[in-house]
């Protein structure tokens, strides 16, 4: 008997047109159903319930959009859908309400310190911890069930109020002094075990959540019935809003990611590197559909013009290339910005013609990544993206510049990393368990290479500081408690020159080169280290950013740190101390084989901040270093173009992505600026593959050098993904 895969499994492109109130109005249902058609759409997600009801509900205080009257458009489009053999998602947005329901219901409503009630433009945001998420909520989503039997559920804000507001309503109160033995706290005190426990069962009751939804979705419209909500690519958003990844995806079956916001640090490739964490958690044989606004992002958001089709395809194609499908979005259903109609039928065409090669498929790469939300947490307190996210940031981007292949890793994951990876990178990753420490040293202890930054290790579980950093006995070194610089900017005083820092590196080759000599300069000694190849021609790098200073025992101190002078005037710019024994980069090899490097100067974290080019080179440097001489595929794309690798039966598919931008405005691009050419270096599996590019059609020529296919792209648009096939035919 032939087993049908469920919906989930099965539905690789989506439409929303997500309706607004006056648009049981101007609804145009011949039209819609045409856009779907021509573009190769195989799921709807449809405006239900929430805030505003699309149908005429029997709940009174479900209030109807201002134009629906007794029209039930929601039930309309619900049946469009099925006669076009889609899939339909009911959405809802359930976080508010109209007054007239706080008024009948005035403690279903979030309360500040001061007992008022917490308000959203003209709403009321509502409490997950009262009974409108756990009886109100479920009655509606039975209702839509019984009415239009749609196959799963999302919600946009399901997760309710953020971190950045604690909520004194009588439900939250009673509820968190009952589980926790806790008052509720009065500030945001990391230092606070109130406050931290507020944390930790804030989360809890998001998972809780999660899973009761899924019981009233399943309980009513049977197995297949799930409810997804919707989460973010942006790790620190979900922090904010209390969403446990690793918990929520391990009972998931589906992402309905909504990850449309853009910022200053990444650019389209981190829609790239949100697919690939996701994934990982997730796992790689489900699914994940993102948002794609076909109306203007930015501060502020323009939710009616059309987003230029170069930004779109950048996003979208980034996406693909970390495993995301394309789902459009609209903001109403009638534009007179008719532009952006034309974007997505090219674009998901293409995605239909080639989903072969874009779905069920592992990826593969030399190095993993390490994050968790923990760190972020206790780690990054006030400030993660300066203390914990930029660090990671910085490393994902001197890879991609570096043309290093890599994947996000969990740190609850490390246990595993042995089997997939060749190189572990702990970016400031301070908080680890006890566990997670013994993971990594039984990495190194088999072979694996092991670089960290900053404070690695400093942290418990809990966020208390160790006696000892966890890792100072695997790289023979000790911190002093004492260190140079600020891991916050804002730290940083900007009246003096603080930040005007540097690093030397070992040994100094000033004496090798043409130009003035500095006579209390070392003779040269030998030769650079590979971790800072490519920098002969200098003894000096900039930094500027934070150092802890450290004790070194075997280990190679490849950097030392030159303190700050200063700049203005520059008459008193010199260097009142050249040369200094703190150490900033350290390197060491193990009898097992591993190789070890601890850059204690932040250059992930300065890299992510001030993109000093020389940061990316040591970096990526070090991880080639790591890796050893036989790495799983590298690019040489001056750092223009991102790649991954993944591998199906018979083949490998290389995705590669256009990382150029010319717009200062974070995610805006008017136009698509083509790069090339591109060098590839992919380990041979196979004898004689035949090697097509499935954007272009051309067949590549190839040969092979030391085990590796190398070839060349002449140029990429936008992307490119290249088969090499082991069968010639197919």
Same mark, same amino acid.
């Given at each position: 008997?032939t087993?049908?895969a ?11 047109t997500n309706?607004?109130?006056?648009d049981?109005?101007r ?6 159903r ?28 479900h209030?109807?959009?201002?134009r629906?009257g ?7 489009i ?7 053999g ?17 008024r009948?219901?005035?403690d #279903?409503?979030?309360?500040?310190i ?26 509606v ?16 804000s399901?997760?309710?109020?953020p ?11 009673d509820q ?26 804030n ?6 959540? #999660? ?15 799930l ?16 969403i ?9 079956e ?10 200053p640090?990444?650019?389209f ?14 796992g ?13 992002l ?14 779109v395809?950048?996003?979208?194609t ?8 394309? #789902? ?13 109609y034309?974007?997505?039928a ?12 874009l779905?069920?498929?592992?990826p593969?790469?030399?190095v ?8 972020h947490?206790?780690?990054g307190?006030?400030?993660p ?8 940031r910085?490393?994902?981007?001197a ?21 997939r ?6 970016p ?6 006890d ?5 990594i ?9 092991v ?19 966890g890792?100072?006995e ?8 004492r ?26 080759l ?13 003779e040269p000694?030998?030769s650079?280290?590979p ?18 200073i450290?004790?070194?025992g ?8 030159v ?8 008459e ?13 980069i ?20 300065c ?7 020389d940061h990316?080179?040591i ?12 790495p ?5 794309s ?23 931008t ?20 992919v ?7 035949r090697?097509?590019?499935?954007v272009t ?8 050098e ?23 035919d197919?």
């Amino acid at each position: 008997m032939t087993t049908v895969a469920p919906w989930y499994r099965t539905t690789l492109r989506w439409a929303q047109t997500n309706l607004t109130e006056i648009d049981p109005e101007r609804y145009d249902d011949a039209w819609w159903r045409k856009h779907w058609r021509e573009t190769s759409v195989q799921g709807a997600i449809i405006n239900a319930g929430g805030i505003v009801a699309y149908y005429p509900s029997k709940f009174e205080l479900h209030h109807r959009a201002e134009r629906l009257g007794d029209r039930d458009l929601y039930g309309q489009i619900v049946a469009s859908a099925r006669d076009e053999g889609l899939t339909v998602v009911a959405r809802m947005d359930s976080n508010r309400v109209a007054e007239d329901f706080f008024r009948a219901h005035p403690d #279903w409503v979030c309360r500040n310190i001061d007992g008022e009630p917490i308000t959203a433009a003209d709403k009321w945001v509502t409490c997950i911890n009262s009974p409108y998420y756990s009886d109100y909520l479920p009655q509606v989503i039975t209702e839509i069930i019984d009415r239009s039997h749609p196959d799963g559920f999302a919600d946009n804000s399901w997760a309710g109020l953020p971190r950045t507001s604690i909520c004194y309503c009588r439900h939250c109160t009673d509820q968190f002094g009952r589980v926790t033995g806790f008052d509720l706290p009065r500030d945001h005190d990391w230092d606070s075990e109130d406050y931290r426990a507020w944390v930790a069962w804030n989360y809890q009751r998001r998972t809780d959540l #999660w899973d009761l939804n899924n019981r009233v979705t399943t309980q009513a419209g049977g197995s297949d019935c799930l409810w997804f909500g919707m989460l973010s690519g942006d790790v620190l958003n979900n922090s904010r809003r209390f969403i446990n990844l690793r918990q929520i995806l391990a009972r998931s079956e589906l992402i309905m990611l909504d990850h449309q916001h853009r910022n200053p640090v990444d650019g389209f490739e981190q829609n790239t590197e949100a697919g690939k964490r996701l994934h990982e958690l997730l796992g790689w044989d489900k699914l994940i559909p993102e948002s794609t606004p076909q109306y203007q992002l930015g501060v502020p958001a323009f939710r009616v013009a059309a987003m230029p089709v170069a930004e779109v395809r950048l996003w979208a194609t980034a996406g693909f290339a970390g495993g995301i499908q394309p #789902w459009w979005h609209h903001i109403g259903s009638r534009h007179d910005d008719r532009r952006q109609y034309r974007t997505a039928a090219p674009l998901f065409g293409w995605h239909r013609d080639n989903s072969d090669i874009l779905v069920d498929r592992t990826p593969i790469a030399d190095v993993g990544i390490v994050w968790s939300q923990e760190n972020h947490d206790l780690a990054g307190r006030k400030n993660p993206a300066e203390r914990t996210l930029d660090p990671y940031r910085g490393v994902v981007r001197a890879l991609n510049t570096a043309g290093i292949g890599y994947l996000p890793l969990h740190a609850d994951d490390l246990d595993s990393a042995r089997n997939r990876f060749s190189v572990i990178v702990l970016p400031n990753i301070a908080v680890l368990t006890d566990d997670q420490l013994t993971a990594i040293r039984s990495f190194a202890d088999r072979g694996g290479s092991v670089i960290i930054t900053g404070e690695a290790g400093v942290l418990d579980e809990n966020g208390v500081h160790r006696d000892a950093p966890g890792l100072a006995e695997l790289f023979d070194l000790r911190l002093s408690g004492r260190s140079y610089g600020a891991q916050n900017l804002a730290d940083f005083d900007i009246e003096t020159h603080e930040r005007h820092s540097y690093l030397r590196l070992a040994p100094e080759l000033r004496a090798r080169f043409d130009g003035p000599t500095d006579v209390s300069a070392p003779e040269p000694n030998g030769s650079r280290h590979p971790v800072l190849a490519e920098l002969d021609e200098t003894d000096l790098v900039a930094f500027g950013g934070y150092l802890p200073i450290a004790e070194v025992g075997s280990g190679d101190v490849l950097a030392t740190f030159v303190p700050d002078f200063p700049i203005f005037p520059p008459e008193t710019s010199w260097m009142r101390e050249p040369r200094t024994e703190v150490p900033a980069i350290i390197a060491r090899e193990l009898p097992s084989g591993a190789r070890l490097v601890w850059l204690l100067a932040d250059l992930d974290r300065c890299y992510a901040r001030d993109e000093q080019p020389d940061h990316a080179v040591i970096i990526g440097n070090a991880v080639r270093w790591a890796i050893g001489d036989e790495p799983s595929f590298e690019i040489q794309s001056s750092g223009l173009v991102s790649a991954s690798l993944y591998e199906q039966s018979g083949r490998r598919i290389l995705h590669l992505t256009n990382r150029v931008t010319t717009s200062e405005i974070p995610g805006r691009q008017a136009h698509l600026v083509p790069v090339g050419p591109i060098r590839a270096r992919v380990k041979s599996g196979f004898p004689e593959p035949r090697i097509t590019s499935r954007v272009t059609g051309a067949e590549l020529t190839t040969k092979v050098e030391n085990g590796y296919l190398v070839f060349e792209i002449d140029q990429l648009v936008d992307h490119e993904v290249i088969i090499i096939d082991d069968r010639p035919d197919r």
